[in-house]
T-cell receptor, first 114, second 112 residues
Framework: DTGVSQDPRHKITKRGQNVTFRCDPI?????LYWYRQTLGQGPEFLTY????????KSRLLSDRFSAERPKGSFSTLEIQRTEQGDSAMYLC????????????FGSGTRLTVV | DAKTTQPNSMESNEEEPVHLPCNHS???????IHWYRQLPSQGPEYVIH???SNVNNRMASLAIAEDRKSSTLILHRATLRDAAVYYC?????????????FGKGTHLIIQP
């Protein structure tokens, strides 16, 4: 297993367009997390899945954001009607569902909304 | 609410030990303390975690205070590749709740 993969690495989009990011977690991990990080800040939690169930969503996640994890494998994060404030690094991580285990993060998708 | 407090930055010399402090005074009995580090343009990388006892691995050591209100990440012999932002985090899991809450971390600068 090569770790957590995210695609694409970079995305430039025009304001108002929709974008979708993909995350492939470590296959044995049952939990998958999405974070957003802006320059100079730590990652902010957005949402997480246990298998295919979305168990928690941050208040940061507006109605324009939606995430799915069909069949409990890969996940997608979609942003509709993008705004300039959505420009950030979007990070995906996976883990087992116990606090006695570390997270493995992907390299992230850098979104720039112009 | 990051629930942990770390210095904004620290500086050390190459090949010397580095002690990175973290305060987590409101930690609950079942929260694990995790440390991650992040290089520019990369995702965070897991370093170490622990609950009560001190922990060692190939990357670092974690010293946890007896009252668990603070901890220290120890890099025994810093190299230039250790220059990164280090995050101290409480990992909680209660009911449906999960998720690491990151603060701003400590920017570690290593001087050659």
């Amino acid at each position: 297993d090569t770790g957590v993969s995210q695609d694409p690495r970079h995305k430039i989009t025009k304001r108002g367009q929709n974008v979708t990011f993909r995350c492939d977690p470590i296959s044995e991990h049952n939990r998958l997390y999405w974070y957003r990080q802006t320059l100079g800040q730590g990652p902010e939690f957005l949402t997480y899945f246990q298998n295919e169930a979305q168990l928690e969503k941050s208040r940061l996640l507006s109605d324009r954001f939606s995430a799915e994890r069909p069949k409990g494998s890969f996940s997608t994060l979609e942003i509709q009607r993008t705004e300039q404030g959505d420009s950030a690094m979007y990070l995906c991580a996976s883990s087992f569902g116990t606090s006695n285990y570390g997270y493995t993060f992907g390299s992230g998708t850098r979104l720039t909304v112009v | 609410d990051a629930k942990t407090t770390q210095p904004n930055s620290m500086e050390s010399n190459e090949e010397e030990p580095v002690h990175l402090p973290c305060n987590h005074s409101t930690i609950s009995g079942t929260d694990y303390i995790h440390w991650y580090r992040q290089l520019p343009s990369q995702g965070p990388e897991y370093v170490i975690h622990g609950l009560t006892s001190n922990v060692n691995n190939r990357m670092a050591s974690l010293a946890i205070a007896e009252d668990r209100k603070s901890s220290t990440l120890i890099l025994h012999r810093a190299t230039l590749r250790d220059a990164a932002v280090y995050y101290c985090i409480r990992r909680y899991s209660g009911g449906g709740a999960d998720g690491l809450t990151f603060g701003k971390g400590t920017h570690l600068i290593i001087q050659p």
